[in-house]
Nanobody, 124 residues
Framework: QVQLVESGGGLVQAGGSLRLSCAAS????????MGWFRQAPGKEREFVAV????????YYADSVKGRFTISRDNAKNTVYLQMDSLKPEDTAVYYCAATISVVIITTPSRYDYWGQGTQVTVSS
């Protein structure tokens, strides 16, 4: 069982930066690949980024590639999403999620645990 709590969301101007954190409970955190997803009003939840349990591999949605960076600290049971050069279209509720899969997974239904989400609003 893994419980996830996101933090770090807020209001930022276009071009600015935010760093999201996702704190996990449970001793097996290091065995899970961790993903970030987002959901804007009226839209489906979409994949943003994922990192394998070792941290050795990452994968990003094309829309955020080069602007967002996912990382993890297994000693702190925390995964991060550094978001730079933010755009108004990045506005959404951001969720972290955990999957036991050892391969890169971008489909929300394949994730086993979810946080409650944190709001990110980018003003133009």
């Amino acid at each position: 069982q893994v419980q996830l709590v996101e933090s770090g969301g807020g209001l930022v101007q276009a071009g600015g930066s935010l760093r999201l954190s996702c704190a996990a409970s449970g001793r097996t955190f290091s065995r899970y690949a961790m993903g970030w997803f987002r959901q804007a009003p009226g839209k489906e939840r979409e994949f943003v980024a994922v990192i394998t349990w070792t941290g050795g591999s990452t994968y990003y949605a094309d829309s955020v590639k080069g602007r967002f960076t996912i990382s993890r600290d297994n000693a702190k049971n925390t995964v991060y999403l550094q978001m730079d050069s933010l755009k108004p279209e990045d506005t959404a509720v951001y969720y972290c999620a955990a999957t036991i899969s050892v391969v890169i997974i971008t489909t929300p239904s394949r994730y086993d645990y979810w946080g409650q989400g944190t709001q990110v609003t980018v003003s133009s």
